[in-house]
Nanobody, 123 residues
């Protein structure tokens, strides 16, 4: 069992930046980690993911080149740096952990979830 706590969400203008954090209770670093988002009235969608050793990352086409996922093993934390934010990035962002090494884009393949943090992009 692992607890995940997201932070860093808020209101930002289009073109701005935010950095989300996901603090994990597990200190072993044995989980692959991902970020997903869910806009109002829409399905949860994949944003980005990183392998257990941090050697491989993946991102959706919608955020590629704008969002960067990273992890700090010493702080047991995963980050999502979001730049050039657009109105359509508005959503609740969720952190997820997966026991296995692969980093799929399917939400149901992740074992643990945080409560989410709201990101609103608006002028």
């Amino acid at each position: 069992q692992v607890q995940l706590v997201e932070s860093g969400g808020g209101l930002v203008q289009p073109g701005g930046s935010l950095k989300l954090s996901c603090a994990a209770s597990d200190t072993s670093g044995r989980f692959a980690m991902g970020w997903f988002r869910q806009a109002l009235g829409k399905d949860r969608e994949f944003v980005a993911a990183i392998t257990r050793d941090g050697g491989k990352t993946a991102a959706s086409e919608a955020v590629k080149g704008r969002f960067t996922i990273s992890r700090d093993y010493g702080k047991n934390t995963v980050y999502l740096q979001m730049n050039s934010l657009k109105v359509e990035d508005t959503a609740v962002y969720y952190c997820a952990a997966r026991v296995r090494e692969q980093i799929p884009s399917v939400a149901s393949l992740y074992n643990y979830w945080g409560q989410g943090t709201q990101v609103t992009v608006s002028s």
